[in-house]
């Protein structure tokens, strides 16, 4: 054994081992074989892997928006995964003003129509399987959803 020598500590017991360098103790114990043979076990599968799921609400009705963003918190928490929101993002307002008279004729008078468009951002950590299960629910009308899936 002309390899280079390097002591390994066990910490639960109070004794340490020579390790060559292809890391093959000279003193065999099987606790150190089991350390090793568990690490390759933990590998992560591709079923277990949480993605970052960012569902998108937008509506004219803020109530019927609220609800949504409620039942949908509701039934992440229900399922015991992490739940980020709901972000209020800032309302939009869309103005328009036009004329009244539709000839164009008499006094200038203007209408002032305005629609707010609100928006709601709810981030879930969890594999992409349960989100199917979770926005299955009852969707209020005019409420939009849109569900951006991305790794973690």
Same mark, same amino acid.
């Given at each position: ?19 060559? &360098? ?26 277990? $892997? ?17 609800? $949504?963003? &409620? ?16 972000? &209020? ?64």
């Amino acid at each position: 054994r002309s390899g280079v020598l390097s002591r390994l500590f066990c910490p639960t017991e109070s004794r340490s081992w020579s390790v060559c &360098r292809d890391s093959t103790p000279l003193l065999y114990s099987p606790r150190i074989f089991n350390m090793a043979t568990a690490v390759k076990k933990d590998v992560p599968t591709e079923e277990a $892997v949480n993605h970052r799921i960012r569902i998108t609400l937008t509506s004219r009705n803020v109530k019927n928006l609220e609800k $949504v963003c &409620r039942d949908l918190i509701k039934g992440a928490k229900d399922k015991k995964l992490q739940v980020k929101g709901p972000v &209020r993002m800032p309302t939009k307002h869309l103005k328009i003003t036009c004329r009244k008279t539709p000839c164009g004729e008499g006094s200038k008078t203007w209408d002032r129509f305005e629609m707010s468009i609100h928006k709601r951002l709810i981030d879930l950590f969890s594999p992409s399987e349960i989100v199917k299960q979770i926005t299955s629910i009852n969707i209020e009308p005019g409420v939009d959803v849109e569900v951006t899936i991305a790794g973690q």
